[in-house]
Nanobody, 126 residues
Framework: QVRLVESGGGLVQTGGSLRLSCAAS????????MGWLRQAPGKEREFVAA????????TYADSVKGRFTISRDNAKNTVYLQMNSLKPEDTAVYYC???????????????????WGQGTQVTVSS
């Protein structure tokens, strides 16, 4: 069993930055593909970024490419999402998720994640 806890959300102005953290307990994340997804009010949850467990390969949604960076610190059992140049349309609840099936590619499809955090709110004011 894996428990994921996100932190680092908050209110920021357009153009600002935030760093989200996702700490895991109950099991090491060293062998888990990790992802960040978000859900804006009135919209479906969407993929943001993912990183593999093996090579650290990453992939991003087009809407955040060049502005967001996903990274992981296996020693701390933590995954991060550095968000720069934030826009009002980035406002959402951000979730981290873990895929423990040893896939060799970053996971984009939400259905492939088997553990989820409770989410952290990010609000970008215009």
């Amino acid at each position: 069993q894996v428990r994921l806890v996100e932190s680092g959300g908050g209110l920021v102005q357009t153009g600002g930055s935030l760093r989200l953290s996702c700490a895991a307990s109950g099991r090491t994340l060293r062998s888990a593909n990790m992802g960040w997804l978000r859900q804006a009010p009135g919209k479906e949850r969407e993929f943001v970024a993912a990183i593999t467990w093996s090579s650290g390969s990453t992939t991003y949604a087009d809407s955040v490419k060049g502005r967001f960076t996903i990274s992981r610190d296996n020693a701390k059992n933590t995954v991060y999402l550095q968000m720069n140049s934030l826009k009002p349309e980035d406002t959402a609840v951000y979730y981290c998720a873990a895929d423990t099936s040893f896939r060799q590619y970053p996971v984009v499809r939400q259905i492939l994640y088997d553990y989820w955090g409770q989410g952290t709110q990010v609000t970008v004011s215009s």
